[in-house]
């Protein structure tokens, strides 16, 4: 396989090439080795790229199949069945095609005479990395049971977290297209009676309905544009998200949205500390449990404090003084997690201020629907109004003239 990669060497100067490695994280571990930490990788295809190499299911498991086949897992090992003999029921009652496929592959390698953490690390594009440590560190100490209940729990809560957002992101989305899309009608069905109306009146028209009327004239001409905007809107943000050249800067103004931007900073602390937590409680060490979050994390801006706090940890210093001086991590979690470092519970202390934050993500999420509601009423509302007072200023100007 190959990957495309940009990096930074010892004296932080930008890397960017690509290379070649049998999967994304011996890809890593690679330009690690040649003492290059990775800010960003992802494959490419080439054309002499063999087929089987070609990602047909990029990514890994979502969230909610990683959750439930956590739990199920989790459930089946704990009443005594020996883990091949649950892997063949989880594949029975699983329903996606490649989950499927990939826990086919895996009880294979298991009667072959491997460990589940070996199963697992052959397929690391469907599994987090953080996810097939823990279960070969669950392994090693014979606490499987407890790491998979773990990881059940890690997986059921951040669903729960991104399924809230989404779903207080989708309201305000949906009014506002629906809005849009009342907008669009008046423009191109309702407008034109009024304007034929003021035509046979020969009513005198002011300025406000010389614009409405020529924007409603432009939109029965290029209706269209309606379905195209916002799907070229939507290219956009997909093309300017995943390039390298402008994703720096974007997702650093992602942070800086008033309202938005704070609830997003909030779920990546809360997704960092409860990662961080977890790993730490499996008995990965803190630089290694860093490093898999800094190559699961897609912000740019907290991929460069991760990779901060890497350094200085690797310089003798501890967790919580690379994060005092960031602006995406609040003074209480820095001097949280320098309190657990001190008391040696810096496990506990990750999870505080999971438990907080999270509470802090859904209290924001509320605060943003309640507050889109008003605002676009009141803005559909105002745009709906204006609409028909130039419309209406023509006829009552007739109307006064009559009088």
Not at 34 to 40: C, D, G, M, P
Not at 256 to 285: D, F, M, N, W
Not at 367 to 383: A, D, H, K, Q, Y
Request: charged share 15%; aromatic share 10%; with cysteine.
């Amino acid at each position: 396989m190959f990957f495309k990669f940009m990096a930074k060497d010892y004296t932080g100067n930008l890397v960017q090439g690509e290379i070649k490695a049998a999967h994304k994280y011996a890809a890593i571990k690679l330009l690690r080795s040649k003492r290059l930490f990775v800010t960003e990788i992802r494959q490419i295809v080439h054309a002499d790229t063999p087929l089987g190499e070609i990602p047909i299911f990029p990514g890994w498991v979502g969230i909610k199949e990683l959750a439930l086949f956590s739990r199920q897992f989790a459930t089946l090992h704990s009443s005594g069945l020996p883990i091949t003999q649950s892997i063949d029921i989880l594949i029975k009652q699983t329903g996606q095609r490649a989950l499927k496929s990939c826990l086919k592959d895996i009880a294979e390698s298991l009667q072959a005479g491997n460990s589940l953490g070996q199963a697992l690390a052959k397929h690391k594009p469907f599994f987090p990395a953080f996810f097939i440590s823990m279960i070969e560190a669950g392994e090693m100490s014979g606490s499987l049971d407890q790491v998979l209940h773990r990881l059940a729990g890690y997986f059921e809560s951040s669903h729960e977290l991104m399924a809230k957002f989404k779903t207080a992101i989708a309201y305000p989305l949906f009014v506002m297209a629906m809005s849009m899309f009342t907008i669009g009608c008046i423009f191109i069905f309702v407008l034109p009676t009024f304007a034929q109306i003021i035509i046979d009146l020969q009513a005198p028209v002011t300025m406000p309905t010389v614009i409405i009327l020529q924007l409603s004239e432009w939109l029965q001409k290029s209706w269209y544009l309606l379905i195209l905007l916002p799907l070229m809107l939507g290219a956009l943000y997909k093309k300017i998200s995943h390039s390298s050249r402008y994703k720096v800067a974007f997702d650093h103004f992602i942070l800086h949205i008033p309202v938005y931007g704070t609830i997003i900073k909030q779920i990546h602390i809360v997704r960092i500390c409860r990662t961080l937590a977890i790993l730490l409680e499996s008995g990965i060490t803190l630089m290694t449990g860093l490093e898999m979050i800094q190559s699961q994390t897609q912000n740019t801006a907290y991929k460069e404090v991760i990779s901060q706090t890497i350094e200085s940890l690797k310089a003798g210093n501890g967790l919580s003084l690379p994060l005092k001086g960031s602006p995406y991590f609040p003074p209480m979690v820095s001097n949280m997690i320098g309190v657990g470092e001190e008391t040696g519970k810096l496990d506990a202390a990750l999870k505080r201020i999971t438990d907080f934050y999270e509470r802090e993500v859904y209290r924001s999420m509320t605060r943003l629907t309640t507050l889109m509601e008003p605002i676009l009423i009141c803005l559909v509302g105002g745009i709906v109004g204006l609409i028909m007072i130039a419309m209406l200023m023509p006829i009552f100007s007739i109307m006064d003239s009559i009088q």
